[in-house]
């Protein structure tokens, strides 16, 4: 499983609180609500949980980058969130 190698790798280093293991759980639930809401287009409370599952993770992904840039970086080009503009 994905998710246990990735928790492997994390509680080697961190507690499971850290953001960036919340932001992972928070990317495993946005992808499996969204291959959901792809079958129920009209599931109206899950398009709700995933928005503010979207908002959490937004909130907790600028945390990072204010407080690691370096580790915000890692992580995002890890779980393939977005792609890092290059100046």
Known sequence: ???NSFI???SEKENKGSAEFQIF???TKIRKLTSHLELHKKDYSS???LRK???KRQRLLSYLA???GGRYKELINELAIREI???
């Open 1 to 3: 499983m994905i998710k």
């Open 53 to 55: 599952i979207l908002g």
């Open 8 to 10: 492997s790798l994390i």
């Open 25 to 27: 759980n928070f990317t």
């Open 85 to 87: 503009k290059t100046r």
């Open 47 to 49: 398009q709700r949980g």
């Open 66 to 68: 204010k407080k690691n």
